[in-house]
């Protein structure tokens, strides 16, 4: 749980004297394979900056000695999209590190019956393992032998560099509403998520329609929307709407 007070030794871990008298460093929460930051906003954001390298590099550095994170590393993060008192904006920098950027609106009513049903439950239901470490290291392999054609390739380029500018793609009626667009990040992870969503439809191939589905997710937090967006109550997601019609499919 993220909160105001949190500091950075919390979640990366410091050194400690042991029995011994000598500094041994102790590990923190960070280092698991996967690590849950409820309400990241609440944190002051050099409590934040100490993800950035654990994100990029799945490594930490303290005390001038650098530690690896356990693999797999994986990152989920929760932000609070109504309260905002107290909330610290994250960096574009560190934003820019997470790969996905999912909405969760409110659930249907049978889905929310059977949340009712769940906690009005007099005994906890048991939780059991469903996949082991080896099993998600395997499955990593197969996604990467998935085949990405040329076309593909040029198309998810194509659909980030149209974010940087618009006019260049014919999106001109986005142009003045995009005040920064997409990083290269968001090519490498558009073709990581492609691949995964072809692994879980049982495809060896990523289509056009792959990208499209993952699109929202990737660049949703990474076009960054000028003040005449916001006046004209346009979203990131209207943004990358209009893009998606705009460029050519393969």
Known sequence: ???PDLM????????ILDESRQFKFM?????????????????????QAALLEAMQ???VTAAGQRYPLPAPFFVLATQNPIEQEGTYPLPEAQVDRF?????????????E???LDMALEET???VTSVLQVQDIFDMQQVVKMIYVD???KEYIVSLVRATRDPAEYKVRNVAELIDFGASPRASIFLGMGARAIAFLNGRGYVTPQDVKDIAFDVLRHRVILTYEAEAEEKTADDVIREILNAVPVP
């Not at 919390?10 to 050194?15: N, P």
């Not at 960070?30 to 409590?47: G, H, Q, S, Y």
């Not at 409110?106 to 889905?111: C, N, W």
């Open 150 to 152: 040329d076309q593909i």
């Open 8 to 15: 950075p030794s919390d979640i990366v871990g410091s050194e």
């Open 113 to 115: 019956r059977r949340v």
């Open 1 to 3: 749980q993220f909160t």
């Open 99 to 111: 790969m996905l950027k999912v909405t969760i609106s409110y659930p249907k009513q049978d889905e």
């Open 57 to 59: 590099e799945r490594a």
């Open 27 to 47: 590990k923190g929460p960070l280092f698991a394979n996967i690590v849950l930051a409820d309400e990241i906003n609440r944190t002051p954001p050099k409590t």
């Open 124 to 126: 906890a239901r048991p």
